[in-house]
């Protein structure tokens, strides 16, 4: 489930991760329903270690996306390819998230030369192994750590922290190419 809520507090963020089969993983985009984070999180160590996106519901939709692969996607991608000596073709597996096949989306990945891989429908949580290791692991430490660099009733603000600690543990190499 891609939404964080430790006490059910009303603070609703939504979390889109990308990794690479070499154990990188890429910037988290965070996705709520308030236009931006916390000042007290832009102004902290952590304002720049994730992107911020902004929807109705909280949770992904096609312009959410489209954002995601212009400013951490593509480039993500245009820095890797200009530090090896050989052409790469991207592929993009995720799930049949409608926000993922817009024609606008669809277009955009095209353009980039990402190539995309849908998983059927209903079989993420069999196929995408990521599930169990890298979200096993990010649910997992965000149910047990805890929010150090800011005040208890800053709840949003407490809340981002802890999802980021629990990506960035998740993110360890180790555990990205184990799954």
Known sequence: HPCYN???????????AAVTLSGISLKPLLISQT?????????????NTFSWYCTKSGYLNANAMIYWIKEILVPYLTYISSTIDFEITPLLLFDNLRSHLTDEVLQLLQDNNVRICCLPPHSSHILQVLGLSFFGAMKSEFATCEATNFDKSQKMAC????ILKAYHFASFPTIIISG
């Open 159 to 162: 809340k981002i922290e802890k």
């Open 35 to 47: 236009e931006k984070p916390p000042k007290v999180v832009r102004d902290s160590p952590l304002g």
């Open 6 to 16: 430790d006490c059910n507090d009303g603070y609703h963020v939504s979390v889109l």
